[in-house]
């Protein structure tokens, strides 16, 4: 079924995975802001 699916690849995301998101934030933001909003390479 499409929700036993979606959790397990949910808990297949690793915690360095995540926390390279996280940290990668700052950037994504910063582009988002340059391109006024509109879409970046992200």
């Keep these: ?3 036993a699916a979606l959790l397990q690849e949910w ?3 690793s915690v360095a995975e995540l926390q390279k998101l996280v940290a990668s ?3 994504r933001m910063f ?3 340059q391109n006024h909003g509109g879409a970046t390479s992200y």
């Design 25 to 27: 934030m700052p950037n």
């Design 1 to 3: 079924d499409l929700k």
């Design 11 to 13: 808990d297949s995301i």
């Design 31 to 33: 582009k988002v802001i």
